[in-house]
């Protein structure tokens, strides 16, 4: 069982860079692979990146790729989403997920956090 906590949203211009968090429970968290998905109003859910369990492999969306960065630091049991030159289109409600093995497949993960809203305004 795990449970997910994000954080660090807000409203902020374009261009500028804002750093989620999504903490996690559990003695194994570490042991699962971490992504981060986001959902625009009116828009399907996407992927937008995902980080193996040890951090060693990632996948970055093409949208964002070159602005977004995934990291994790696994004896805080965190996983962050470090997001620069922001743009109006990344504005979605930003979610955080564990799966059991590494997957770009949202059914893959087992456990998700509430969200957190990142705004951008032009």
């Known amino acids: 069982q795990v449970q997910l906590v994000e954080s660090g949203g807000g409203l902020v211009q374009a261009g500028d860079s804002l750093r989620l968090s999504c903490v996690a429970s559990?003695?194994?968290?570490?042991?699962?692979?971490m992504g981060w998905f986001r959902q625009a109003p009116g828009k399907e859910r996407e992927i937008v990146a995902v980080?193996?369990?040890?951090?060693?492999?990632?996948y970055i969306a093409t949208s964002v790729k070159g602005r977004f960065t995934i990291s994790r630091d696994n004896a805080k049991n965190t996983v962050y989403l470090q997001m620069n030159s922001l743009k109006p289109e990344d504005t979605a409600v930003y979610y955080c997920?564990?799966?059991?093995?590494?997957?770009?497949?949202?059914?893959?993960?087992?456990?998700w956090g509430q969200g957190t809203q990142v705004t951008v305004s032009s």
């Open positions: 997920a564990a799966a059991r093995v590494y997957t770009v497949t949202s059914y893959g993960y087992d456990y």
């Open positions: 559990g003695r194994t968290a570490s042991s699962h692979a």
């Open positions: 980080i193996s369990r040890s951090g060693g492999s990632t």
